[in-house]
């Protein structure tokens, strides 16, 4: 008899504590405190922690892209877990237009951008109703594939906020938030 009354109350405790614990993925971002440059039409957006935890979570039933450039790929390092870079823009072959109003060369859309997703999707067995997360270097680009995605038909398309880097601190240095500076 004391089994019995041990197993019900270790069942009880696990119940409660399992509906008490939100995974931190589930966890919803609050909208309107989303940076306006950051912000998709979708509205669905996780931290650099939640992405990771939904990545994880989803047994190989997430896309998880990194859009940045291969350059910054390449200077800066991958995420853990990133299934493909797929850039969402790309530096000109030559780099020969320099952008005075963003200090560096300017960035012309990647023309493959939405077959290269559709065949990462297909190659994992997975469809436009699917989950999508999308990373970029600090949030601004990610929201920006995400409506292109949105627009061709994808309905679960999460950017990740503050991107690989993170914001800029008053000192103009990306050490404020973002995947890196989460310790990721």
Known sequence: MPEKRLNFAAWITATFIG????????????ASKVPEDQRSKLGLYVLPKQALALNRSQNGKVLFLDVRTRAEAQF?????GVDALVPYVEFQEFMTDWDESRGF???EPFSDFASEVERRLKAKGLGKSDTI??????G?????????LESLGY???YTVLY??????????RRN????KNDGL
Not at 19 to 30: G, R
Not at 143 to 148: E, P
Request: charged content about 25%; aromatic content about 8%; glycine content about 10%.
């Open 105 to 107: 060369y300017k960035l």
């Open 140 to 148: 601004e680009r990610s929201s920006r594939a995400a409506d292109l």
């Open 19 to 30: 509906l008490s614990v939100t995974p931190a993925y589930a966890q919803k971002v609050d």
């Open 163 to 172: 991107g690989f880097e993170g914001e800029l601190s008053a000192k103009g």
């Open 176 to 179: 404020i938030n973002g995947w």
């Open 76 to 80: 800066l390092g991958m995420a853990e």
């Open 155 to 157: 309905t679960k398309v």
């Open 133 to 138: 997360v999308l990373m970029c270097r600090s």
